[in-house]
Every structure is written in C-alpha cells, then in structure tokens.
C-alpha cells in the first residue's frame, strides 16, 4: 500500500515526556487504517511527495508533472525490493487521495487499484470555485497551512485545524464536558488563541520526523520551499476554468494544469479499479466522487457515500449533533484491496458497486448505478412564500441584496481542514434573514436522492456580476430544521454548456469556460440554473420542504467589495417565469390538505 502526503508523513517528538506520551501519533490522521492494513498481511509506503516533509525539492503546485514521475518511481522502487509481491495499491484522504488518484495520470502496470478517500476530481468545481464562487476562506487557510509545515512550524499549522475545531464548539448551543475547554478557546481571537494553544504544541512536536538513515530537513532544504506555490494568490487571479496564471513562476498553467479529470483516459487505460469514497458532508467531494465513479467506470470500481464529514472520522445524523463515527473504514479498504490488489479469494462486499446512506431514514441502501433507477426530477414551484407542485400567478418579489449572511463554523467546508461535523446547528435562526420557501406539511414521507436543480428567474438593479446561494432543508413540526444540502453560482457563470474534456456528472453540464462567461445587465431578467450538491435525505411525514436562498456565504466564498455589484434584487415567480426546485424522487410528494 502506497500513501503519498504533502502534510504530516511523521512528526518527531520534542522530548522524552513527548516521546512518552506517544504525542506525534496524536497528530496521524492515518494512524489505525495503517495497522489495519499491516495486520492483514500488508506492506506500508508513507513519501513525502517533493518539497514537503522530508523531502528536497520544491512543490511547484499540487500534483505537479515531477510529483507525478517521482510516484512512478517509487513504485518502480517497491516492486524491486524483496518483500514486494509486485502488485500495489494506493489510498489517502483529501490531498493524499488525490495522489492516489494522479498514480493513474502515469499508470505504472504494478498499481491494481486506488481508493480516493474524501478527495477532488475537478480541482476547480469541487474546491476552489463550487459553482464558479471563489472558496477563498479554503484557499487563503490552506496556504496558510502549507506555509506553515514547508517551514517546518508544525506546531503553527496545528493551531488552524484547533482553531477551527474551537470556532465550531463554541458555536455549539450545549457543549459536552470534553468540549467546554475547547469552546472557552474558541472564543479568543485567533492571534490570542496561537498565542495560548502553539507553545504547548511546541513542546510536543519539534518538526518533520527524518526518514531512517537520512539528515532532517536543512536550512537549503527548506530555503528552496520559498519557491512553493501560495494556492491563494494563485486563485486571486483567476476566475474561469481557462485563466492563465495561477502560478507566478509559470504564466501558461491554468487550475485545470494540475486536475485529476484531466487524466481520464490515462487513468481508464490503466485498467486499475477505482474506489470513489466520500461524505455527505464532506465539502463539494460527495459531487466528486460521482463524477470520479461516472467517468472512469474502471472495472471493480465502487462507490460509496456515507454520513460523513471530511476524513470519515465524524457521523451526521438528521436533526443531530455531529458525533464520531462507528463505521469501519478500514475493514471496508481492506476488503476491496484484498479483491483487488492482494487477490485473496472470499466475499468482498455485497456485489452492489454503488452504496449510498439515506439520512432521515438513517439506513444503508445499494445500487447499480448512479443515480439510483427510478429517480426522476419532480418540481416545486416557488409561490408567494411557499413551495406548490404547481406554478401559481406571475408575482415579483423584490429585497435589498445582503452581503452579511454566512452559514456560521459548523459547515461542510469547515471539515475540510479540521474535525468539524458540519451539522449547521442553527438554520432556525439563520433562516430569518434569507428568502424562505416552504411546501405545505407532507402526507408521505418522500425520499429525495440525487442532483436537486433550483432554476430562479431574477434580476438585479446593477450590472456585472452577483452571487446566489441555495439550501434544501428538512423542517420538523415543532420548527426545527436540518439542512440536507446546499449550491451556489456565479451569474456569469450561468450558461448551460459542455465542452470536451470534463466529468461526467447528472448535474446540468457548465463549463466556467471564459468563452460561456455572460456578464450581467442591469435590470435584464436572467435565468439561473445551480445545481445542489448530491444528496440522499427521507422527509418524515409532516415535515416540510425548505428552498432558503441566500445572496452570501461570507463565512467561507469570497465576494464583493463593500459599495460593489447589485444592492436589490427582483425574484420572478409563477406562469411565465417558473423559478422551481427539481427534486430527485422515485414518487411525486402528497401533501397534507
């Protein structure tokens, strides 16, 4: 088994109490799925891909073309050594999933299989820029990150993850006794919080552990890291799929340069089966696991999303508190690399490729194919304040634009970079300030699994450019309300189009080519079109149906200058002008009278 990381391969401890207290473990994300593998009989491969960790170098961008020769050269290496039987398979979560996923842009015949764990496969849709909206909260902590462990402060970059991990206990409504500590922090600011949390860190971890048999990390080493690319300032200039200059030192590059997608015919000549692995909640990688699993269709792939946030380590329940997870990720991994890789006869799963869990119904379904057979779109049309399943008499409906609402600390993309849940504790509330539409109690329970699509008709009073953001969400009789997914999109970004060259998806085809951008007219009606991440949610017998739309997300998407782009904008509705929301459904919703 190969894991390939940019981030903590080893840390060595501080000192003897550190070394004692076994502290560097602490930190190993990847810890217990490794003696899984070890005790199943075997070998274990951790690199520090080149100009991170241990290794010399530089990391001129993620995945880059010498990133990728340097994997097929370590399994060269692997399979030349006496305990190799020759055959390899490779995992990680998130950045190290994503080399997985590369191994196949340069297939090596040894590599049987890969499992890309809570990872992207369009760099651009699935983290950067979903729907064309910069994530810059993402891309500015990540660098941040990264600048931190390529310098070899390891305690710095420890301090954003539990610093986010505090943000999100302090914005629990009634934090247990284990988090109270945390929540109390999480109410400093965060020069204040680094202040207190990164010494203590200091004196357990002293750096990067050196690989056996080499020197640490040296001055020159780590000088050359000064040439590391800064992903933020590299995403500040750009804004479509086709904009050159993401990396200073290489004009030419564009997001796509270093894209997983990419490589798809590579990775499906490989003949490697494939496992697309990811989470409800796990940022936009639910979306990219399917596109992953629609377009390679590699023989033996999986595909499987359960209730999870980043990492798999945290379970969302309807209407619940995120809590850790009891579902056995690394017995699941061994099971489909022993088919795969070590060809150990047995049963290995149920046969089924696709898996998928239905919140609400809290249960574990299988399938075919994505989406599931049966599922067919069916609309609510938005009325005044409500949701019908029919459109009702054109109306408008007019607001000031707000720039100042956010979906809070506890969200899916807060997990991408720490223990977050991202169970949104407080919609109840947030849901005063957005635009809300509720369908009448339901009569049924209804099922919704699938590309939910909101299609709005809207205008704004200025020109250029604007955001909207959309929540499906689940509202109980007694008021409370779980947010079962979300979208957002750019308007210029709002053509339906396909190109050459991208995933498969069941959502509308959109390119964020330059070439399909269409800015705004002030006071020009525009249809919009966003496409909700994929979901699998049950609605309980008289719950109802949220639609909630925002015009900002500023706890996490970059936006506009104060005084810049629309300050109102016009909602039509009705015959003429049907703004809807499709929901994936094998029935139509009944509704109570």
């Known amino acids: 088994m190969l894991r390939q990381t ?16 076994g502290a560097p473990a602490a930190f190993d994300v990847h810890g217990d799925l490794r003696v899984r593998f070890l005790r199943a009989g075997y070998a274990w491969v951790d690199v520090d891909v080149r ?125 247990s006794p284990g988090e109270r500590t945390l929540a109390l922090l999480g109410r400093l600011p965060f020069a204040q919080f680094r202040r207190v949390v990164a010494p203590t860190l200091r004196r357990l971890v002293s750096g990067v552990a050196p690989v056996p048999g080499f020197a640490a990390p040296t001055m020159e080493m780590l000088a050359a890291r000064a040439h590391n690319l800064d992903v933020h300032r590299g995403a500040l200039t750009i804004g479509h799929r086709d904009d050159a200059g993401v990396d200073f030192d290489r004009p030419e590059l564009t997001i796509d340069s270093f894209s997983p997608h990419l490589y798809a015919d590579a990775q499906r000549g490989s003949g490697a089966a494939v496992y ?98 049966g599922v067919t779109p069916t609309p609510l049309y938005l009325g005044p304040e409500a949701l019908a399943g029919r459109p009702g008499a054109p109306r408008t409906v007019t607001r000031a634009v707000r720039r100042d609402t956010g979906t809070g600390p506890r969200s899916r993309w807060r997990s991408l970079l720490s223990l977050v849940p991202g169970d949104y504790p407080d919609r109840r509330t947030r849901d005063r300030e957005l635009l809300v539409f509720d369908s009448p109690r339901l009569s049924d329970a209804l099922e919704v699994t699938g590309h939910a699509v909101v299609t709005l008709f809207v205008a704004w009073d200025r020109g250029d450019d604007a955001h909207l953001f959309a929540y499906l969400e689940d509202v109980s009789p007694e008021g409370d309300v779980y947010l079962v997914t979300e979208g957002c999109l750019r ?50 017998v008289g719950h109802r149906v949220r639609l909630a739309l925002a015009d900002a997300d500023v706890d996490h998407f970059g936006g506009f200058a104060s005084g810049a782009g629309p300050r109102e904008m016009a909602l039509s509705m009705g015959e003429g002008a049907t703004s809807r929301i499709d929901l994936p459904t094998r029935a139509p919703p009944r509704f109570s009278p």
């Open 6 to 21: 940019r981030y903590m391969r080893a840390l060595a401890p501080a000192g003897p109490v550190s070394r004692m207290l």
């Open 51 to 175: 100009g991170t960790g241990a290794s010399e170098g530089s990391w001129r961008s993620p995945w880059f073309e010498d990133q990728r020769r340097d994997a097929f050269d370590v399994v060269e290496w692997i399979t030349q050594q006496e305990w190799s039987t020759g055959r390899v398979g490779s995992l990680g979560i998130s950045y190290d999933g994503t080399c997985a996923d590369m191994l196949l842009a340069e297939p090596h015949p040894a590599v049987r299989a890969v499992a890309p764990l809570f990872s992207l496969y369009d760099v651009l849709a699935d983290v950067a820029f979903p729907g064309g909206v910069h994530l810059s909260w993402f891309t500015e902590a990540w660098a941040r990150y990264n600048r931190a462990l390529d310098e070899n402060r390891h305690h710095d970059a420890m301090v954003i993850p539990l610093w986010l991990m505090a943000l999100a206990a302090a914005a629990k409504p009634d934090p």
């Open 276 to 373: 697309s692995y990811s989470g409800w909640r796990d940022g936009a990688y639910p979306h990219a696991a399917i596109k992953r699993h629609l377009t390679l269709r590699s023989a033996r792939g999986r595909l499987t999303i359960g209730p999870w946030a980043h990492t798999g380590k945290l379970t969302i329940h309807a209407f619940e508190r995120g809590a850790a997870t009891r579902f056995d990720h690394g017995g699941e991994l061994v099971s489909f690399f022993d088919e795969t890789v070590a060809e150990r006869p047995g049963p290995h799963g149920d046969g089924a490729p696709v898996h998928y869990f239905t919140t609400g119904e809290e249960r574990w379904k299988a399938c075919d194919a994505w989406p599931p057979p």
């Open 491 to 540: 308007a210029r970004h709002r053509r339906i189009a396909s190109a050459p060259g991208l995933p498969a998806s069941p959502a509308p085809p959109r390119t964020f080519l330059r070439e399909h951008a269409a800015p705004l007219v002030a006071g020009e009606r525009v249809e919009l079109v966003i496409d909700l991440l994929p979901c699998s949610h049950r609605f309980d």
